[in-house]
């Protein structure tokens, strides 16, 4: 894995980016002194990562989610220092539907990670931390 990149810290969170070939990893870092409770993925069989986008250049959006008929929210408890992470492959999810299903550029990425839940998502989840969070560039 490269170097990680991390976001300014939002409400008590941050989230860093990395990458590894065609492999982003997130990881959401509690740099509050309070617990956090986070979104953490969707689990549908296989994970999708509906608050989670990558960034590719300044022109397109990378996400992680798919069709499904059942679902179910995972949320994680962050305590002070504590974290959480998932990988994405790249070039798998590029493919997708939800992101028109083109290939990826040949050559080094350079991409931005973001982790965003808007206000009414997070009351409808139950309080979970709410607001937008992203890294610098990197790649």
């Not at 296989?46 to 179910?72: M, N, Q």
């Not at 839940?117 to 997070?122: G, I, M, P, S």
Request: charged share 15%; aromatic share 8%; proline share 6%.
């Amino acid at each position: 894995m490269g170097e990680v990149a991390w976001s300014p810290v939002v409400a008590g969170l941050r989230l860093g980016g990395a990458a590894d070939g065609d492999t982003v990893t997130f990881t959401l870092q509690n740099a509050g002194p309070q617990e956090l409770t986070v979104l953490s993925h969707v689990d549908v069989g296989e994970i999708h990562l509906d608050w989670y986008t990558v960034l590719l250049g300044s022109s397109r959006t990378l996400r992680f989610v798919g069709d499904r008929d059942e679902s179910a929210v995972e949320r994680a408890r962050l305590v002070p220092g504590g974290s959480l992470t998932h990988t994405a492959d790249l070039r798998h999810w590029a493919g997708r539907p939800v992101n028109g299903g083109a290939p990826l550029p040949t050559g080094p990425l350079v991409l931005r990670c973001r982790y965003e839940v808007d206000a009414a998502t997070a009351a409808t989840f139950g309080g979970v931390w709410s607001g937008s969070v992203t890294t610098p560039q990197f790649g």
